[in-house]
């Protein structure tokens, strides 16, 4: 995976007017775009397309600054107007190519990227892969924007709008693993971008074959396997730090991949006010 990720920022610098084919680059390599995607915003800190167009402004700057025609440096980059890149070069910069021509800058400028993976052996990850025949996610869904570090204000507001019997009937309804309430992201942005809208559902699993009450939200999930983490401690930082985990340490050192599905957490326990937990956190995968 870390192979993959330095051809992809190779290809970057290559490949200026083109579309990079994530997807191609790989299958080359033996997974997929979908997994690639997500550990590259995992680890880079931004999806593949925003590095993509940082760095590729950060190089059309020194063409701006040399006095070619702005048409000339657009083409060369996949713009199809001057006007079209010169927007998308002051979104990067601050100011546009006439003023960084005139002025020298100012300038942002996006370092190219180069992964490594560093083993410490100072922690270690409680996962657990486990094989699940096909079920159903129930509840209350939402769509909501992607928040990567605390609290998510309109996930607490879409939870704390439901009566506390509804809490109580979907408890009731749970009759699969993973057991008890859940919080259910699906239809994530492959690139995993913050503010990007994801589908938040508050609910349960059953089998594949309940009878649902027509007033619940239902995800299908498919048959596969999984990996859980077990996480413990301040809450909902000690999940969100085996999120990143998982892309930095478990993933590029174990033969599993990502596959395309709903994450799920299951809080096994917590304080009265939340403030700790233990929780179990579940990505569908299959093996790479």
Known sequence: MIDLLNRLVDEIEVRRGDDLDVDRLAADTGTTGYHARRMFSSLAGRPISDYVRRRHMTLAAADVIGGEPLLSIAVRYGYGSAEAFSRAFRAVHGAGPGEVRRDGGPLRTQQQLRFRLTVEGSSHMDARIIE?????????????PLVH????PHIQRHIEAL?????????????AEPRGLLQVSADVDPDYA??????????VAVDATAEVPPDLDVI????GEWVVFRT????????QQAYAASASEW???????LRPGPSIVAILEHAPDFSTATCDLWFPVERS
């Open 220 to 223: 299908e999930v498919e048959a």
């Open 194 to 203: 913050e503010g990007s809208e994801l589908t938040y559902l508050h609910g």
């Open 149 to 152: 570090e605390g609290m998510n």
């Open 163 to 175: 009566p506390t019997a509804e809490h109580e009937r979907l408890k009731v309804l749970s009759e």
């Open 232 to 239: 413990s401690g301040p809450h909902p930082a000690a999940l």
């Open 132 to 144: 699940r025949p096909a079920f159903r996610l129930v509840g209350h869904a939402a769509r909501v």
């Open 251 to 257: 993933f590029p050192s174990n033969p599993w991949r």
